[in-house]
């Protein structure tokens, strides 16, 4: 199979790149306008396979993803502006690429009658569950710029199968961990300053929840839903690990060696959704997926891995990581 696979150089998008051209014969071409957020050094593990292609693009610009969408048989759709602080800073960016982009990418594919398409989203379009779990069917009530424009762009992908036919599969995801992670979010964002002697920001009362994934889970469920998705289903893939901010930090200071004195309460986000909660039992039942990276072993090869690599998270120019906080 060739795949088109956007956002490749990103955090997740580099994971599933990596993974499929170790373990499959398929050939994979990368579409990536290598924003702050991507970056080539993700790719260097494979960037010299004879099946590996690197296109740098914008999936705004209709001109080019048309040249590049003939011959694939299939693509997966990570590229986005994926960080909701910067969403609530400016939504712009997030409206052009999320909604935008995604449309058209969905009518390049149409046009060029590529067999499936997998648009990679997010639990955030739900907004916020207090008890118990979403399943796929939950209405979306998004409450951040970000995950707004995640659910247009999911709303699209799912329009284009019921008015065109086009073999579209949407993923809803919890949040991801693991190395190659840019350290905006807050598990690299922390664990670095931790490991440099600094103070890490936590946003109010340390009480809102996430449901923790490893990207390497998260990208064999979007295998699964690649290869053996139903046309216009959605799939949920969560890592089953549900953790309040504060007792992530705890971990996380355990981790790196450090105590409580190095945490700083910071105002609360804003719209900071308190909980979110996938239930899997639909990917479980019909695709036989099940998370296989438990969240201690994950997260203490993580640590490692930013602690190994420091070269590669080092500020490349400005300071991103002070302007904006969590996850
Ligand atoms: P990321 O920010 O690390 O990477 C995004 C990639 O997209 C980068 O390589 C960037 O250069 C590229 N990109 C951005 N705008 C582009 C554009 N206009 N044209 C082409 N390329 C562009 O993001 P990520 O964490 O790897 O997330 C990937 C996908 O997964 C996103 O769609 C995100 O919404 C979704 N998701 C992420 C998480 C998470 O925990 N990280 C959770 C749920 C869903």
């Known amino acids: 199979m060739r795949i088109l696979v956007t956002g490749g150089a990103g955090f997740i998008g580099s994971e599933f790149v990596r993974g499929l051209l ?30 590996f292609d690197f296109i740098q693009a914008d999936i705004r610009d209709a001109e080019t993803v048309e040249q590049v969408m003939p011959g694939h048989d299939a693509v997966v759709h990570f590229a986005a502006e994926s960080h909701v602080d910067r969403s609530i800073a400016g939504a712009t960016p997030f409206v052009t ?14 046009r060029h009658g590529v067999g499936r398409f997998v648009h990679v989203s997010t639990d955030e379009v739900y907004g916020s569950i207090d008890s118990g779990a979403w399943s796929e069917d939950q209405p979306l009530d998004p409450s951040s710029p970000y995950s707004a ?18 073999d579209v599969v949407v993923t809803r995801c919890s ?35 996430r449901e923790w994934l490893h990207v390497a889970d998260h990208c064999r469920g979007i295998e699964l839903a690649l290869d053996r998705g139903r046309p216009g ?24 060696g450090r105590d409580w004195s190095a945490v700083r309460h910071v105002e609360d986000r804003k719209g900071h959704d308190r909980r979110y909660a996938l239930s899997v039992e639909k990917i479980r039942n019909e695709l036989g ?18 602690r190994d690599n420091p070269d590669w998270w080092r500020p490349r120019g400005g300071t991103p990581e002070k302007a904006v906080v969590g996850a």
């Open 149 to 166: 424009s995640k659910a247009g762009s999911d709303l699209l992908a799912l329009a284009c199968h019921r008015t065109h036919r086009m």
């Open 175 to 209: 949040n991801n961990y693991g190395p190659y992670q840019y350290r905006e979010k807050l598990i690299p964002l922390f664990v670095t300053r931790l490991l440099t002697g600094e103070q890490v920001p936590l946003y109010g009362d340390g009480g809102n929840v």
């Open 233 to 256: 289903e959605i799939y949920h893939i969560g890592g089953g690990t549900e953790l309040t901010n504060r007792e992530l930090v705890g971990r996380l200071l355990a981790a790196c």
């Open 97 to 110: 690429t999320n909604v935008l982009g995604t449309q058209v990418l969905l009518d390049a594919a149409r």
């Open 22 to 51: 170790t373990r499959r014969t398929d050939r994979v071409t990368v579409l990536d306008a290598l924003t702050y957020a991507g970056n080539l050094a993700n790719l260097a593990p494979v960037a010299n396979l004879p099946a």
């Open 289 to 306: 997926y099940a998370p296989q990276v438990s969240f201690d072993e994950g997260l203490a090869a993580t640590v490692a891995w930013y």
